[in-house]
């Protein structure tokens, strides 16, 4: 494979620092690669043109650097040290002065400020004057009353609703049978006038229907008769026309030939009469 | 580069670097006298802005005279103190990112100010064309410097105008010898488009005539 320089091969050659047989390597490459050689004249020339920057004069102050080292105090990590521990002190106090109590005990986390009073427990002594027997006497008591309470409800109301429907009951069947017996005469009557209605409707309807029939079958043959006789007669004008113009054609032409006819027979005989005037002379 | 008294001088620096990491206070102000000039002009080049440069300068010095004494060798002490002051230089970069004031340079022309450039110019005995030429170059120089980016320009300017080789820029910069000569590959890339757009080169300037 053809020896190619690398982009940091061609800026150690660029600055001279490159040595022995890379620097060959290089040197025969450029000697080969115009374009190369052209690329690396153009950052020589460039070079040049950077050289032409000075350095400027330039005068160097005075510089104090103090002899004494830093106490310790001052340093910047003993500040945040001193810092953090003085915040501390002053949440401590504010804690101790406040009388700021936390706890944790039995999954309660307790915070308090001053100092903690014994809640007053009467579960505890209510308990102790009960026994078990009697807790449960207690509970079978009040539920046997309040089964006896609400079985009484319970029949009160179950009667109380016997009542109702039985009521509702003997009311809605005497509307009904009332109900039944009006639609039923009802219906017989309104059956008839109905039928009867019909009747009457359907024969208006038809006698209607024929009567617009017939008339409108009249007009529309009467209006048919009408224009075919119309037609007719402008065919027989039409037509009568045509003959008439014919005829007049036929009778132009017989003039015309009359008149040719007579125009030859007229050249003929002039012709012939003055042949003879000729032969007459001779 | 052509090397001055004061190159000489600065790479026979080692006495004097022994005696002021021992702390000699006369020493340490000679070392500073030294290499002023060095670091004013990298990080003037670096802002393009005297003050900066000023302001970087000194805290460079005050460090390097707190922290001689941590110096490891001395040998490297070049390249310890560019570390210093690009560190100072990327610190301050931070911190014009955060303020967005207007530098006072840009409202007032320092340059104009100062004494006339011929009064210190090497070139006093040229033309007055050709002096006004060299001053416009440079300055459009300095303009494309400054169009770098921050990576790129610390390589170049150290290169170039320090003279540093690439194993003393990976070594202030913490970085491989190869990422410096890429970084310095793509930033005289990006200076040649620069200039291109400004429309400079060898013909238009007149240079090497």
């Not at chain 1, 310790?72 to 945040?80: E, H, Q, S």
Request: net charge neutral; proline share 2%; charged share 25%.
């Amino acid at each position: 494979m053809a020896y190619k320089p690398s982009e940091q091969d061609l800026m150690a050659y660029l600055y001279d620092e490159m040595e022995g047989e890379e620097k060959n390597a290089i040197e025969k490459y450029l000697l080969e690669n115009a374009t190369a050689r052209i690329e690396l004249d153009k950052l020589k020339s460039l070079r040049g043109m950077m050289g032409q920057v000075k350095d400027k004069e330039v005068i160097a102050p005075p510089i104090f650097v103090g002899e004494h080292q830093q106490p310790f105090y001052r340093a910047p990590y003993f500040k945040t040290i001193i810092s953090i521990a003085a915040s501390l002190l002053v949440v401590m106090l504010v804690g101790k002065f406040s009388g700021l109590q936390i706890g944790y005990h039995d999954q309660e986390l307790k915070i308090s400020f001053g100092e903690t009073k014994a809640q007053p427990v009467q579960s505890a002594t209510v308990q102790n004057m009960l026994s078990e027997q009697e807790v449960q006497k207690m509970i079978n008591n009040s539920l046997a009353q309040n089964n006896q309470v609400m079985q009484s409800s319970w029949t009160e109301t179950q009667k109380k609703l016997d009542a109702s429907v039985v009521w509702n009951l003997t009311v809605s069947s005497s509307k009904i049978d009332k109900l039944v017996k009006e639609s039923s005469q009802a219906s017989q009557n309104q059956i008839r006038e109905f039928v009867s209605g019909m009747q009457t409707e359907n024969m208006r309807l038809v006698k209607n229907y024929f009567q617009l029939n017939s008339s409108e079958q009249k007009q529309y043959i009467e209006g048919l008769l009408v224009d075919f006789s119309k037609y007719l007669q402008q065919q027989r004008n039409d037509d009568l026309q045509v003959v008439q113009t014919q005829l007049k054609s036929l009778e132009n032409n017989t003039d015309l030939f009359k008149q040719e006819t007579e125009q030859i027979l007229t050249s003929i005989i002039t012709t012939v009469g003055t042949s003879k005037s000729v032969g007459a002379r001779n | 580069m052509t090397e001055t008294l004061l190159d000489i001088a600065m790479m026979h620096s080692d006495t004097l670097i022994a005696r002021a990491k021992a702390g000699d206070q006369n020493a340490q102000g000679k070392v500073v006298q030294l290499w002023y000039k060095r670091i004013y002009n990298f990080s003037f080049k670096f802002f393009q802005d005297h003050d900066m440069a000023m302001e970087v300068s000194q805290k460079t010095f005050i460090s390097m005279c707190k922290n001689l004494p941590s110096l490891q060798e001395n040998t490297r002490f070049k390249s310890w103190l560019y570390k210093i002051t690009v560190n100072y230089c990327r610190e301050e970069v931070r911190k014009r990112k955060g303020s967005r004031s207007l530098s006072f340079d840009v409202v007032w022309n320092r340059e104009a100010e100062d004494s006339p450039q011929w009064e210190s110019s090497t070139q006093r005995f040229d033309s007055p064309e050709r002096q006004y030429q060299h001053r416009e170059l440079a300055d459009v120089l300095q303009e494309a410097l400054i169009e770098l980016n921050d990576e790129q320009r610390e390589v170049v300017i150290m290169k170039e105008y320090e003279g540093l080789k690439f194993r003393e820029i990976a070594e202030v910069l913490n970085i491989s010898e190869n990422t410096v000569k890429s970084r310095m590959y793509y930033g005289l890339d990006a200076l040649k488009k620069i200039l291109e757009r400004k429309n400079i080169n060898k013909e238009t300037i007149g240079y090497g005539l």
